[in-house]
């Protein structure tokens, strides 16, 4: 996630596309320019064009309704652009859309199977996360300590094996999200804290309903304040 890769001309028409929605040239529920508009703005083939458009649009970014042409649906938060390029945001929701499936499976489990000690080592990746905030932290590594505490405890070892694998895309994203958090005000970074309370406390419960919709919420909000909602 962190090695830049050369940018194709998708890419970068995806990305200035998006850059435009950012800067608000593109406003929510505005119609973007026809493929063939943009195309001779890119100087290229509509084909290209509808290849940005399409990743655009599976970002859940843009909406093309019959008759109504391509229309802006939400604007990412555009501070994103200060900690990543344009281009890894796709990677970014697709790997919030993988954890969401999943990590709120393994909550679920945790809370039936999680013995003495994972709930203390939950409590104890909490209890860090607390320490960051008050020293104005990042703590994106803690972080994924946090929802690893929760996978372990799971007692399923392919969770483990699965967070462990894509820990680097996890990390990547963790950090873009608390470096956002840090930039809006301490009430956000009180609220992110809540949202992992919510999953411990769940999972102490013994509840595996509510874990699961606590870990799912908690995904679904983190993703949602860096794309819109």
Not at 5 to 17: A, F, H
Request: glycine share 4%; aromatic share 6%.
């Amino acid at each position: 996630m962190n090695e830049r890769k050369t940018l194709g001309l998708p890419d970068k028409i995806y990305g200035d596309i998006l850059n435009r929605i950012l800067e608000g040239e593109y406003p929510e529920g505005t119609r973007l320019p026809t493929e063939h508009a943009l195309a001779e703005r890119f100087a290229t083939s509509r084909p290209t064009v509808r290849e940005a458009l399409a990743r655009l649009r599976a970002d859940g970014i843009i909406v093309t309704r019959h008759g109504s042409g391509t229309t802006v649906a939400r604007r990412p938060d555009p501070d994103v652009r200060r900690f990543a390029p344009l281009e890894t945001l796709s990677d970014i929701r697709r790997c919030y859309e993988f954890r969401i499936v999943t990590e709120a499976g393994a909550a679920a489990l945790a809370a039936q199977h999680a013995e003495a000690d994972d709930i203390v080592a939950i409590q104890r990746a909490w209890d860090q996360l607390e320490r960051i905030i008050e020293t104005q932290g990042i703590g994106a590594q803690d972080d994924f300590a946090f929802h690893l505490a929760v996978v372990r405890a799971s007692k399923n070892p392919f969770f483990v094996t699965v967070m462990s694998f894509i820990e680097e895309q996890i990390v990547f994203s963790m950090n873009l999200s608390r470096n956002l958090s840090l930039v809006k005000t301490i009430e956000r970074q009180r609220l992110v804290q809540t949202e992992h309370l919510a999953v411990l406390e769940a999972i102490r419960d013994r509840d595996a309903a509510r874990a699961a919709h606590a870990m799912r919420a908690h995904l679904e909000n983190a993703r949602d304040r860096m794309f819109g909602s």
